[in-house]
T-cell receptor
Framework: DADVTQTPRNRITKTGKRIMLECSQT?????MYWYRQDPGLGLRLIYY???????NKGEISDGYSVSRQAQAKFSLSLESAIPNQTALYFC??????????????FGPGTRLTVL | GDSVTQMEGPVTLSEEAFLTINCTYT??????LFWYVQYPGEGLQLLLK?????DKGSNKGFEATYRKETTSFHLEKGSVQVSDSAVYFC??????????FGAGTTVTVRA
């Protein structure tokens, strides 16, 4: 089984709808991240969480919100989707600072299309 | 701010050809540098990394050397295979978590 899973893998929705993307991990990592990928722009950080009680905005958080329901679960919501939020969304996890292991592990991605 | 610039693609090669993907960075501190690979339909995977100047990261026949004097971290492989077809991302990290990614380079290897 994959260590970082995302649901759904694909979603088509309409402008104004509320959408939730979910991420689960079995790696036991404290840190979790949400990125979006757009052609020609690489990945940009939306939100990140260092533990269940710690949520932080990334570089492009406007129009998004997150919830860290448990160490293993981190959800991304679009309260009112708009077409320029059409993108590929990735969840990632990593160990805490000081462990000496700094690799981020990515889920398979969710392709979201907003019509 | 901290940023990464990598060569634009797409890059199309024949099997056993030599691959180079250029990556340069701008950073105010001393970043760690990474190459991630994204195979079709999958998430990103760490390919290799280097944490200080002159370090060489290597994995699966790929290599990249952290060159502080030229602020570069070019990815190379001497003989590519069809299975190397993917999107490659250069990234840097300042501090202990934030990754800044390049735009990605799509590589297609033909048999």
């Amino acid at each position: 089984d994959a260590d970082v899973t995302q649901t759904p893998r694909n979603r088509i929705t309409k402008t104004g709808k509320r959408i939730m993307l979910e991420c689960s991990q079995t790696k036991g990592h404290d840190r979790m991240y949400w990125y979006r990928q757009d052609p020609g722009l690489g990945l940009r950080l939306i939100y990140y969480s260092f533990d269940v009680k710690d949520i932080n905005k990334g570089e492009i958080s406007d129009g998004y919100s997150v919830s860290r329901q448990a160490q293993a679960k981190f959800s991304l919501s679009l309260e009112s989707a708009i077409p320029n939020q059409t993108a590929l969304y990735f969840c990632a996890t990593s160990e805490s600072a000081g462990t000496g292991v700094d690799t981020q592990y990515f889920g398979p991605g969710t392709r979201l299309t907003v019509l | 701010g901290d940023s990464v610039t990598q060569m634009e693609g797409p890059v199309t090669l024949s099997e056993e050809a030599f691959l180079t993907i250029n990556c340069t960075y701008t950073a105010t501190g001393y970043p760690s540098l990474f190459w991630y690979v994204q195979y079709p339909g999958e998430g990103l995977q760490l390919l290799l990394k280097a944490t200080k100047a002159d370090d060489k990261g290597s994995n699966k026949g790929f290599e990249a050397t952290y060159r502080k004097e030229t602020t570069s971290f070019h990815l190379e492989k001497g003989s590519v295979q069809v299975s190397d077809s993917a999107v490659y991302f250069c990234a840097l990290r300042i501090g202990d978590y934030k990754l800044s990614f390049g735009a990605g380079t799509t590589v297609t290897v033909r048999a």
